[in-house]
């Protein structure tokens, strides 16, 4: 996945599909690294980074469909699960209709140990507010691009972490359906 886009890749119509430079730039808004000492876009408390970002991806578009795991070290995505799930997430959002058509779906998650170890129960809000910080840096490079976003947080975290086959240790906190206006 590259950082950079072609200025004629940005705005499209309704139904086209996010390229994987599009996705690639979201994520890297998210939770990149940014400097040489491996700091991110998004502050951490500590720098203990406890997010990690899942793509939901439909069909159409470059990448297959399926559940992917970014991976800020090389900006990079790892297909986790093959297979449309957008329906699946979707009724685990209570059947919000935004996350079963959007071509691409973020969600956010946090594992508490990472933070925890170090802030206790505080860290649960640092945690919270990195998530906030996550998904404003996507909000506004979406807005930049032409992308309609909408954080969702109504959900079922028990049949959200099925979906996308989360370990026990982390928790969905935020779905961003993601597609052009």
Not at 109 to 131: D, H
């Amino acid at each position: 996945m590259k950082n950079s886009l072609q200025s004629g890749d940005l705005y499209g119509e309704k139904d086209r599909k996010l390229s994987e430079s599009v996705i690639s730039r979201l994520l890297w808004a998210a939770q990149g690294i940014s400097s040489e000492d491996s700091l991110r876009t998004s502050p951490s408390a500590g720098a203990l980074y406890p997010l990690e970002i899942h793509v939901v991806v439909g069909g159409g578009g470059k990448l297959e469909p399926g559940v992917y795991r970014y991976v800020p070290e090389d900006n990079t995505l790892i297909r986790e699960i093959a297979g449309d799930m957008r329906e699946k997430l979707s009724n685990a959002a209570l059947s919000q209709p935004m996350i079963r058509s959007a071509p691409v779906s973020f969600v956010i998650s946090a594992v508490y140990a990472r933070i925890a170890g170090k802030y206790g129960n505080r860290g649960l809000r640092y945690t919270y507010m990195e998530a906030g910080h996550a998904a404003q840096n996507i909000s506004l490079l979406g807005v930049e691009l032409g992308i309609g976003i909408c954080t969702v947080g109504a959900f079922e975290d028990e049949e959200v972490k099925n979906v996308l086959k989360l370990p026990a240790n982390e928790e969905p906190l935020y779905i961003l359906p993601l597609g052009y206006i």
